[in-house]
């Protein structure tokens, strides 16, 4: 029988403590998620931490060790990959290098026998998506890598996919192209209306990619949030690191302050804002983005203001970023639009609800 047109699609697709392990590995344990029709998710987390087993969970290329995957009302997990009606790409293209991207592209459809009218019809279309007319006729071997990258991509929504599984599609391409075809990913997938998981270990390609993001550290969901969420309120310093707060500074709990809790430690005493429910002496980490740490001339006073020495300052576009220490030693990183040089003399200061505090959970090791 001849395949539907267009895979069925779902309004919700549900991973429900989706588990894998390998040996003694618990890859993934327990991944909770609901996809709606249209997200763009990303997956994140540093290498090992179960992305790619996450996927290709999803992707019906592993089977599970417990939990379930529905779409809507329908059980999914049990089904193999073809019939999901997923479409996959990958960092290593998987180009067939005989066949030129017209071929390429219309692979799938070719094996779904489908008309052939309908076949060049779709492929012509898939092509001009990605905008790889002029290519058309080319063997893989005469692309650069962002225009195979491309042929992958047409490769996968010219079967009109209910879901397109990406897995660090964007990194055997130079910075250039990344950005440009991270671009083009955001395009294709609002034009087509496409609901898309992808994954990456680059924050910044998330953040940009993606409608909500899900933080993975060692099999385990950090965090679920918008990049918005994420940046703003993330849950633990993992996230917190992720996001960019390169100020993670250990500190010890002290009393709550009018509006947040007393961090001392180092030289320093400051407040902070605080989620987790921390105990005066608690081994906390106290996180502040480069972004919110600001700087005051010599001799400021008052509540989160301490005196620094200028040490690096770099250019960075419009902005320095630049590296400051306090008598006692701790490092602090900011962004800035003050013209420092190593060696001034600063105030810097961060305010409360900008410097959050997490309970330590890495006692003994580094941060
Ligand atoms: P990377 O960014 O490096 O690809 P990842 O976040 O995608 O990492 P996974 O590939 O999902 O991580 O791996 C998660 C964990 O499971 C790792 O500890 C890995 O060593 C282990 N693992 C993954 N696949 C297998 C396998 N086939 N056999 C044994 N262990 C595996």
């Known amino acids: 029988p001849a395949e539907p047109r267009r895979s069925a699609t779902f309004e919700t697709l549900s991973l429900r403590g989706v ?13 909770d998620l609901e996809i709606k029709r249209g997200e763009f998710i ?102 650069s890598g962002g225009q195979q990258q491309r042929v992958a991509i047409a490769r996968a929504i010219v079967l009109e996919p209910s879901l397109v599984l990406m897995d660090e599609p964007l990194s055997n391409l130079d910075a250039k192209l990344r950005l440009e075809m991270r671009t083009e990913i955001r395009r294709l997938h609002q034009s087509l209306g496409l609901t898309t998981v992808y994954v990456t270990h680059d924050q910044e390609e998330a953040l940009s990619l993606a409608d909500r993001l899900v933080i993975l550290r060692a099999g385990t969901v950090q965090q679920i949030g918008t990049p918005e969420e994420l940046h703003n309120r993330p849950v ?14 250990r500190l010890t709990a002290g009393d709550r302050a009018d509006d947040g809790i007393r961090v001392t430690g180092d030289g320093l005493d400051l407040v902070g804002t605080h989620l987790d429910d921390l105990a005066p002496g608690a081994a906390v980490v106290a996180a502040a983005r480069p972004e919110d740490v600001r700087v005051f001339d010599p001799g400021t006073t008052g509540v989160n203001r301490f005196p620094a020495i200028v040490e690096v300052v770099e250019y ?38 900008r410097l959050l505090v997490f309970g330590d959970d890495t006692v003994g090791t580094p941060v």
């Open 19 to 31: 588990g894998r392990t390998f040996g003694k590995t618990a890859a993934l344990k327990g991944l």
């Open 42 to 143: 990303a997956l994140l987390g540093p290498s090992g931490c179960g992305k790619s087993t996450a996927l290709n969970c999803l992707a019906g290329l592993l089977p599970l060790t417990s939990g379930s995957i529905w779409q809507d009302e329908t059980r999914i997990d049990v089904l193999p990959p073809e019939r999901r009606g997923f479409g996959m790409v990958f960092q290593n293209y998987a180009l067939f290098p005989h066949m030129s991207v017209r071929k390429n592209v219309a692979f799938g459809l070719t094996m779904r026998r489908l008309p052939k009218a309908e076949i060049a019809r779709r492929t012509e279309e898939a092509i001009r998506l990605v905008r790889l007319e002029e290519h058309a006729h080319k063997l893989p071997g005469q692309l």
């Open 236 to 249: 633990n310093q993992h996230v917190a690191d992720f996001m960019g707060y390169r100020n993670l500074i």
């Open 316 to 353: 960075q576009g419009r902005e320095l970023a630049v590296e400051a220490r306090t008598s006692s030693g701790v490092r602090w990183h900011l962004r800035t639009d003050h013209r420092l040089a190593p060696g001034d003399a600063v105030v810097l200061g961060v305010a409360v609800e």
